[in-house]
């Protein structure tokens, strides 16, 4: 919590003071009372009651009286809300390679549980789009608000040939830059108003990918073309380096190219994360998810504060004239 004028805040010292004071005065009445009083004269003139409630309103008050002192210095706090809409697409990779068994059962399969947890914990404001990729780039389905249709598209994904990272990149670029023309459309998958196509919708492509570009364009080419999409690429480096693929007698190693992947979520203001398990994995897409589906927005408690001084000081009020019929 910070504050907006933290000189305010002086205003606990009377507060404390106040406090001290009534702790004191406590002292000094219990030690007076026995003094000049037989304890049995005490217990016919003053008979016992809780002793908790001789202090229970004033420290009330006193909590009152420090909350709206808080109050007076503008208190701020950072909370993390959705986005009013924010469009994701998830690119994976179905190469060969993604059937290798380093993670079980295979990486293609955790990959695509991983995913579907992704886009069930991305807030419902928050748009989906799904690119497969092997030797070609393949939009599987365009950015929408239907969840299902997301869901079952990555579901459906098959693994074949080789690996075409930069394609994916461009393919990906090139929804957001149609989603960003036709104006986006709302969580409900309606169009969007002409008020709010003018403000940018923020975009993110998430790429994992488990093995080196061996189809298409470069990587390398596809840095301009997220820039121009204003769309910043984070990528998963998925598998083992020991991960192998084949049928027993034959195998292939199937390491990931943890050089390129880092250097295009560099080169587009992302993040690169590796994962070399279905655990990691889910890992990486809660820290994804928590990251491109919310903002950051510092906002005044004052009302708050004010409102707790208040019930404080009535309930106060209320329990003194309940038990001792007078006020605090």
């Known amino acids: 919590m910070t504050f907006t004028d933290p000189l305010f805040l002086l205003a606990l010292v009377p ?28 217990d016919r003139v003053a008979p016992t009651r809780p002793r908790w409630r001789r202090h229970l309103a004033t420290g009330l008050v006193l909590l009152a009286l420090g909350a ?15 986005y009013e809409r924010a469009t994701v697409i998830v690119a994976i990779d179905v190469s060969g390679s993604m059937e290798a068994q380093d993670v079980p059962p295979d990486r293609l399969t955790a990959a695509k549980g991983a995913a579907v947890e992704f886009v069930r914990e991305l807030p419902e404001t928050v748009q989906v789009g799904v690119v497969a990729f092997a030797e070609e780039a393949e939009l599987v389905a365009p950015v929408t608000a239907d969840r299902a249709l997301v869901e079952n598209s990555i579901q459906n994904l098959q693994s074949d040939g080789g690996t075409a990272i930069g394609e994916a990149v461009f393919a990906s670029a090139a929804e957001v830059v149609r989603q960003a023309a036709a104006g986006g459309t709302t969580a409900d998958g309606d169009a969007a108003s002409d008020g709010d196509a003018a403000d940018p919708i923020p975009a993110r492509l998430v790429l994992l990918s488990d093995g080196f570009n061996t189809a298409g364009r470069s990587p390398a080419s596809s840095v301009q073309a997220a820039l121009d999409a204003e769309m910043p690429v984070s990528t998963i480096a998925y598998g083992t380096p020991g991960g192998v693929i084949g049928n027993g007698t034959r195998t292939q190693s199937a390491p990931a190219d943890d050089e390129t992947l880092r250097m295009l979520a560099e080169g587009t203001a992302g993040h690169f994360y590796r994962a070399e398990s279905g655990a990691e994995l889910d890992q990486v897409y809660e820290d994804i998810g928590s990251a491109i589906g919310w903002r ?31 006020l605090v």
């Open 296 to 326: 950051t927005e510092t906002t005044l408690v004052t009302t708050p504060l004010v409102l707790l001084g208040l019930a404080l000081a009535i309930t106060a009020t209320a329990l003194s004239l309940r038990w001792f019929s007078r």
């Open 15 to 42: 507060v404390a003071a106040l406090a001290l004071a009534y702790v004191l005065l406590q002292r000094r009445r219990t030690r007076y009372a026995v003094r000049f009083a037989t304890l049995p004269m005490l």
């Open 68 to 82: 709206f002192a808080t109050a007076a210095a503008g208190p701020e706090m950072r909370l993390r809300v959705p």
